[in-house]
């Protein structure tokens, strides 16, 4: 899709009333459930991040969705595909800054260049404890990525039509966080298996650019 019909698009997106858990059920982890009961005490002492799905133009002034693979390490979400962004921070005045800040220092895109379009259903995360607020956001030029090296591997580009092509969701069986191997839904996305809150988010994303198109 032209980006210049995406940015078109945007007074509809804003105005669009959330699907909320309506489009999350459709990626949620069949364990998913039974977590958020055995964590009923946890979640009130949940923390809060803030991440953002930015759109942006590529050199051929196609629409494009950025992600970040996170490096390998000895935590819930090693090596997982997800939306840049992170921790609240004490030094953050809101959720959408520290989206914007995260961003910022996983991906290189200047804050000053992201203008925030929406905010999205947020997502909690029980292997992590934590309350995910996601938001949709634009970057008017091809931003000049720089990825953060100590937590970033890669930086992957998905363009919007590959995004919302009903091919790309997939049943996968995973070995989750939990030690437990399970069938759970997913998006494949330039070869990545995305699954999990990101694929919540994504799903209530799709559900409102389906509205449009």
Not at 158 to 165: A, I, K, Q, R, S
Request: glycine share 4%; charged share 25%; proline share 6%.
């Amino acid at each position: 899709m032209n980006f210049d019909e995406f940015l078109q698009s945007l007074p509809k997106i804003k105005n669009i009333p959330l699907p909320a858990e309506t489009s999350h059920f459709k990626m949620m982890p069949p364990f998913r459930q039974e977590l958020l009961k055995k964590q009923e005490e946890a979640i009130k002492r949940a923390k809060h991040a803030g991440v953002l799905a930015l759109f942006y133009p590529d050199e051929f002034e196609q629409t494009k969705l950025v992600f970040i693979l996170r490096k390998t390490y000895k935590g819930v979400h090693s090596a997982q595909v997800g939306f840049p962004g992170g921790k609240l921070e004490k030094y953050d005045n809101s959720l959408e800054e520290a989206a914007l800040r995260e961003t910022n220092e996983e991906i290189g895109v200047a804050i000053n260049q992201m203008e925030i379009v929406k905010k999205l259903t947020r997502v909690y995360i029980p292997p992590s404890n934590f309350y995910v607020q996601p938001f949709v956001g634009i970057t008017k030029n091809k931003p000049q990525f720089i990825k953060q090296e100590d937590e970033v591997e890669d930086i992957i580009e998905v363009n919007l039509d590959h995004f919302l092509d009903d091919q790309v969701l997939i049943t996968k069986r995973l070995t989750t966080s939990y030690s437990i191997e399970v069938e759970v839904p997913a998006f494949i996305l330039n070869g990545h298996v995305v699954w999990g809150a990101t694929a919540m988010m994504l799903s209530e994303i799709k559900d409102i650019l389906k509205q449009l198109w």
